[in-house]
């Protein structure tokens, strides 16, 4: 996928439509630009998948363009987004290279009702649950909510210990800017998880 140009490049002529009949309905944002000629490129910005094609694009082109896309995206996601019982194996794996061998999650899964939140856990039953919103997400991305979640298993809140714990994960202060770039992006006021 082209990596997106910046916005302010971008002449916005902003259409505003649902595309149906894939996994989950997403709305779908057509950007055209003058400055492009032939390249057509799509990303998720939050909860819209952003069309950027080219100013003189007819609009059946731009139909077919969209439709295209939007099955790179889905392929593309798919091969991004592990099953449950991958993100389980991964969880523990992780646990075992991180928090050490007393940490052992008993599930973890994908949940589509997370609210503004990115991960959460009951450390009562070891269970991990992990927003959809993650998906398609780079995977050091996702590993670091299995971290952030795994850890609230040995610390319940956001105390010195719980991040002296999530630190261990080399990549978790890239990925917290990560996720915050992503909720400004899309305005929303997602937060890590809800202690
Ligand atoms: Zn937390």
């Given at each position: 996928m082209a990596a997106p140009a910046p916005r302010q490049r971008t002449e916005a002529r902003p259409g505003l439509r649902t595309a149906q009949a894939r996994e989950e309905p997403c709305q779908v944002e057509v950007r055209r630009s003058q400055r492009r000629r032939r390249t057509v490129s799509a990303y998720r910005e939050g909860d819209r998948v952003i069309v950027l094609l080219p100013a003189r694009m007819s609009r059946a082109e731009e139909r077919r363009w969209v439709g295209v896309m939007l099955d790179r995206l889905a392929a593309q996601e798919r091969r991004r987004s592990p099953s449950d019982g991958e993100l389980l194996d991964r969880a523990r794996a992780l646990s075992r290279r991180?928090?050490?061998?007393g940490v052992e999650p008993a599930s973890v899964r994908w949940v589509t009702n997370q609210g503004m939140r990115w991960g959460s856990c009951t450390p009562s039953d070891g269970s991990v649950r992990l927003s959809t919103r993650l998906r398609g997400m780079p995977a050091w991305v996702v590993d670091y909510v299995l971290v952030h979640e795994l850890a609230h298993l040995v610390e319940?809140?956001?105390t010195p210990r719980f991040w002296s714990l999530v630190r261990r994960y080399p990549q978790a202060d890239r990925a917290r800017g990560y996720l915050e770039g992503v909720a400004a992006t899309a305005h929303l006021p997602l937060s890590e998880c809800e202690d």
């Open positions: 991180y928090l050490g061998d319940a809140g956001h």
